[in-house]
């Protein structure tokens, strides 16, 4: 039971770690975008 408690807890760890990647990837475009637009 303790081992099937912590599964869920990785794997939401897991996701938030890919969405903050995601979201610094996204963030690094919208830059990119930006930035050739102001040119």
């Known amino acids: 039971m ?3 408690s912590i599964i869920p807890i ?3 760890a897991y996701d ?7 979201n610094i ?3 690094y475009f919208h830059l ?3 930035y050739e637009t102001k040119r």
């Open 2 to 4: 303790v081992g099937m």
């Open 10 to 12: 990785r794997i939401r």
């Open 16 to 22: 938030t770690y890919l969405i903050s990647k995601l």
């Open 25 to 27: 990837i996204d963030n």
């Open 32 to 34: 990119e975008i930006c």
